[in-house]
């Protein structure tokens, strides 16, 4: 008998869901073989068979959560030696790979399993008001398809439409007069009823995390605001020249270039506290995280070695970065290990607000829509495209007064981003 348990995936993982086994009772696996996908609040991971065998038992079911050491599933393999001659035993899971939301094996019926359906399918079943579970799929996997979701909900609007009768009124029922005679008002036959639907997958984990970042982290909010008509106007100029190589640029990759000459002048902001040792840990590295959405909620893909990179470079791997948060397609390196987080809220026409702490990280800036606004400059009032800013810190590292330096820091660097140059890669 052999066990594949789950192993730690990274950053203090405790536990994941099971989204998707690939193989069932009885079957026979090789080495190596992806057996099961397992979702954690980065990512979206396959675990591979530690030995070659029969599957004999699978304890932990699709939907269902696993917390680290937990057995998986247990196989029925022969015994084998390794160069000392000891038999292999019990193994956990040490190779992973990421994978792209999973396409489910098979249909799911049993209480609590998770109805197979991809994010944008559950999207549209929330925003419709449809329980998914009512759903019947028509593909033979078993899995829910935009077209059966639609299919349902056309359903159920004809299903309400009551069909003219021409029973009589029973004694008592209401009416009203109408201009071609009396219509009965039908009543009632069903009552509107709330529904519930478990904390699952990854938005279970960004609420875990966000709930130990706000009750760990004595957050504290300093708001700004900053013309960026100069960001405007270098982000045009520079725009044919990337399109060119055809590369894409937005004002992302601007701030974060711009982000990492503050973020060596104020160390802190780059830094993490360890709670059980009380020791601040100062990063020499400068991986940026990117606050996403996705249909499934936030993720942080995280942008490696910022400081080693070009514009270009950064615009590029921004790009891909954000498009593999949305599919879920990226690696745990590339959505773990940030060490400070920039939210551009502007980009889905966000302004401002309190944005929370990415723990262990001490600080996020979160930026907001550039929008055109009336201010007075030098007596006079202009129009200025002016960008909005929010910088939450842990006041337990950091001050009102290094947060407020912090902030006119960067509205300096914003208002005059020529001095990119200066620290050119």
Partial sequence: MSELKLADLGEGMHEAEVVEWLVK???TVKLDQTVVKVETDKAVVEIPSPVAGRVSEIRVHNGQ???VGDVLVVFDAPASTNGDGAASSSKSMSAIASASQPAQAGPSTAPGRRVLAAPAVRKLAFELGIDLEQVTPSNTNGRVSLEDVRAYSEHLKSASTPPASTTPVPVGTPFMASTTGMQTIPPSTSQSQDERQPLTGLRKRIAEHMERSWRIIPHATAFGEVDASRLVALRNALKPAAEKRGIRLTYMPLLIKLLIPLLKEFPIFNASLDDERREIIYK???HIGMATAT????????LRNADRLTLLDIAANVDRLIEGAKQRTLTLPEVSGSTFTLNNVGSFGGGTGTPIINHPEVAILAVGRIEDKA???????IVRPMMPLALSFDHRLIDG???GAFLARFKELVENPQQLMLDMV
Avoid: H, T, W
């Fill in 284 to 286: 020499r590295s400068y």
């Fill in 401 to 403: 007064a290094s947060s």
């Fill in 65 to 67: 959560s696993a917390k």
């Fill in 25 to 27: 009772v009885g079957d």
């Fill in 375 to 381: 201010i007075v400059e030098q007596g006079m009032v």
């Fill in 295 to 302: 249909p499934d909620g936030l993720l942080v893909p995280v």
